[in-house]
């Protein structure tokens, strides 16, 4: 990780640049490519999909973790966020933003819940993403360990749930001591999801 990025907290101010860094991050993986199809489409529809999310989801419920330079983003969502409702505008605004793909998104969402493990204490990673340009440099793990360290020093420790995109983020996690928990999710194209849990023990 370059020595002059550190680890800091996100603003809504900061949710337009994010969401551009998740689209370009996220743009090749097998799930995005099964969610919009057309790569010109993928390119002009997920930062505004990923905008939706942040706003949804993370800024205003959980814990979003950036980079002094912005070129990294980590969603954290609480124990609670899986089982509040969506808000009443959202479905209108998914099928806004995504188009003539809103229901792949929305079978996309059923998968995940479907998965979503319960009766566990845990945070929820919903993204992690690092600019192409900027990957492989210890910045995705740096992002983990801030807020692994916070859940660490929970009372008691709470654990840590994701869902790793393909086998080679797999691995990632389970150097940072997940595991995985359940059959993987399957996408209708084929694609493997891996979803995985870090006990609290590991916190």
């Known amino acids: ?7 800091v907290q996100a ?4 949710i337009n640049t994010l969401s551009h860094v998740i689209a370009k991050a996220f743009h090749n993986l097998a799930p995005s490519t099964w969610l919009i199809p057309d790569s010109d489409a993928r390119a002009r529809l997920f930062p505004g999909y990923f905008r939706l999310f942040a706003v ?3 800024i205003t419920r959980g814990r979003v973790y950036t980079t002094t330079g912005r070129n990294a983003v980590a969603l954290w ?13 959202y479905e209108a605004k998914l099928a806004a933003t995504t188009g003539i793909w809103a229901e792949r998104f929305r079978t996309f969402d059923g998968l995940l819940a479907k ?3 319960h ?3 845990h945070d929820h990673l919903a993204i992690l993403a690092v600019h192409p340009d900027y990957q492989h440099q210890g910045i995705g793990s740096a992002l983990l360990a801030a807020h692994h360290d916070h859940l660490g020093a929970e009372d008691p420790p709470r654990g840590a749930y994701l869902e790793a995109s393909d086998a080679t983020t797999r691995e990632l996690y389970l150097r940072h001591g997940y595991t995985d928990i359940g059959e993987p999710i399957v996408l209708p194209s084929g694609a493997c999801m891996f ?4 006990s609290a023990s590991s916190a």
């Open 1 to 7: 990780m370059n020595s002059r990025d550190q680890i």
């Open 11 to 14: 603003q809504p101010r900061d």
């Open 56 to 58: 949804h989801e993370a």
């Open 77 to 89: 969502l609480p124990p609670t966020a899986s089982d509040e409702p969506a808000p009443a505008d």
């Open 115 to 117: 998965h979503h493990p």
């Open 119 to 121: 009766g566990i204490d």
């Open 195 to 198: 979803p995985m849990l870090r």
